[in-house]
Structure formats: structure tokens, C-alpha cells
């Protein structure tokens, strides 16, 4: 810290307010001003960062729920009266840790606020060594939802070249890039979206085989008959619902299932049914859900696969990005009804 740089500044936040049941609104997430000091104090191991992207994942919608004490949850619930924790890219503004200094770069658990005060602990944050390519990327494809992605697909499900992916909520943060990893396997991939411009995106930009809109099927289970006559090797699951139902029936035996997320269930007060489950057995099914962290010891692994693709074309990737602080409440509500159009995040300050 140099004479010039001010101790105390103000530090926006957005602020969670109360636990949610049905749709959140933007009221349970309030923008309020506090103030920080720019300085760790001596023998801490905290880290200040100044907070430059923030990444909105439906993930963050279990974490409004009121916590329920027999319940598991793959995340803790948001406290009320705090700022909302997600995943962002930050740069060191102090740190008091031996493996960051100030002007390091890093992505991983942030408070939505202008400036926050971290505490490491293994895999919650990652520094960022490859700045050739957009820092934003650290929020989706270079971050978690690539990290999801990758595990999901490689290490859950096993793909071998020529068999049938379908991905649902394709366009999505995640599901864009399984439809591309699929392809680099040489499979033959469909994926499922909410509006032409998202299946047109699908078909003209990540280069699946085809796509539909899920919202003009009247039936789901004909829909994938149409698609996959033979039947579906892998499902890479981020909706549940009528179409997990749907896509049981149409598994190949032996198939592989990848249960990453469900988000047409997360704002049900009472979750729908599936009632498909027999085919599980009957056709050796295999159904595994997972959560990211347990992955995140092969993140070098899946830099060292994915890097050299970004920089030679063959992997893109599409964000859907909003300016301001101010402007996080709305877009991470966005993404329950489908507004975005591919990696929702929103810039708090561009270093």
C-alpha cells in the first residue's frame, strides 16, 4: 500500500434478505453501500481482492432456500443480512498469504461486493497464470461451469467416439461445452433449448448435430424417438423433470447418465416425480450425480486440455454479460426464466 492509495473506501454490496420459496424476486436481494479497509492486518492470512467479473449459476438458487437440518445440500444456504456468496475473477489488492501478492489475478468464492476479504482453503481459489485469453472466461469456460463440464463428461460418463449425447439446457453456461468436447469425440450430440435463437446457436456456433425447443414439443418422448431412433448412450442431465422422464425411456442399455443440475425443480415448492425409474434397471443404467469440487485436483489436467483448443478456434464459447453491480440481481434471476443467452456474468470493474 502506497501514501497515495486510500485506507477506507466504500464498498458496494448486494445483500441477501431473507430466505426464498417459489421464484426469487429482486427484492430478496438488496444493493446497499458500506465501507472497507484497503489494508490486511499484520499476521493475518486473509487476502483482499478488488472484484472485476461475478458469475451468476443456478446453483446459487438452492443456496436461498431456507436450510432444512436433515436435508443435504451441495451448497451451505446464503445468511440473510450478508452479502450473497457466488464465484468471480479478482485481482490481489492486499494479501497476507505467502502465495498471493498484490496485482495477482485470481478466480474462485467471493461475496457479490465491490471488495472482499478471502480466506483460502483448498480449491476455493485458483490463480490465474494464462491472461491470453478473456478473464472472463474464469467465470465459465476456464472456471467452474468448464471444470463441470469436463468432469461431467470425461470422467462421469466415459465417452467412446460415435455414440449418442444428448444435452439438455444446451446453450447454457455448462452445456455448450459438452456439446463441443462431444464432437472433439466424434460423437453425434443433440442438445435442447428454450427459443430458436438458442437452438440456432446451437446448431450454427457450438456445432451439435441438431437441436430442438423443448418448449415446442408436445411430447417430449417422441421429440427424442426423432432424434436418437436408436436410443441415447450419454445424457448429460441439467434439468430433471418431464425430461429425465422423457429420456429414461429412450437410454441405450448399458447408458450413462451425468446428473449435474435440475433447474426446472430448484423453484417447485413440491418437486415433480419420475416416473421412468425401472428402465434404470432394466437397461443397466448408470446414474451419477457429482459436485465440481470433487474434480477440482485435475484443474491443471483440464487447462492443459482446453487451453490449446480455445487458442486454436475449435472450442468458442458464449457469454451473456451485464455492467454494474447494481445490475446482479436481475441477471442472476434471469436465468430462471431463460433470458440468458449462454455464460451469465456481470462486470463490477474492469481492473
Known sequence: MTNTEPATVTNKQIIFSGYVSGFPKESDLKVTTTTIDLRIPERSTSVLVKNLYLSCDPYMRISMGKP???????????????????????????????????????????????????????????????TDVPLSYYTGLLGMPGMTAYAGF????????????????ASGAVGQLVGQFAKLMGCYVVGSAGSKEKVDLLKTKFGFDDAFNYKEENDLNIAL???????????????????????????????????CGMISQYNLVDPEGVHNLTTILYKR??????????????YSKFLDFVLPYIRQGKITYVEDITEGLESGPSALLGLFHGKNVGKQLFVVARE
Not at 470425461?154 to 439446457?169: D, L, M, N, Q, W
Not at 442431465?237 to 425430461?243: A, C, D, H, L, S
Not at 443404467?285 to 485435475?298: L, P, R
Open 68 to 130: 432444512e437440518p436433515l436435508s443435504s445440500s451441495l451448497v451451505p444456504p446464503f445468511n440473510t443480512g450478508e452479502p450473497i456468496i457466488g464465484l468471480g475473477v479478482s485481482k490481489v489488492i492486499d494479501s497476507g498469504h505467502p502465495d498471493y501478492k498484490k496485482g495477482d489475478l485470481l478466480w474462485g468464492v467471493v461475496g457479490w461486493e465491490e471488495y472482499s476479504v478471502i480466506t483460502l482453503f483448498p480449491y476455493s481459489h485458483f490463480k490465474i497464470h494464462h
Open 225 to 259: 424417438k426423432r432424434y436418437f431412433p436408436e436410443g441415447i448412450d450419454i445424457y448429460f442431465e441439467n434439468v430433471g423433470g418431464k425430461m429425465l422422464d422423457a429420456v429414461l425411456i429412450n437410454m441405450k442399455l448399458n447408458g450413462r447418465i451425468a446428473v
Open 154 to 169: 470425461y470422467e462421469i460418463c466415459s465417452p467412446k467416439r460415435g455414440e449418442t449425447v444428448f444435452v439438455s439446457a
Open 285 to 298: 443404467i448408470k446414474v451419477q450425480g457429482f459436485a465440481v469440487s470433487d474434480f477440482y485436483d485435475k
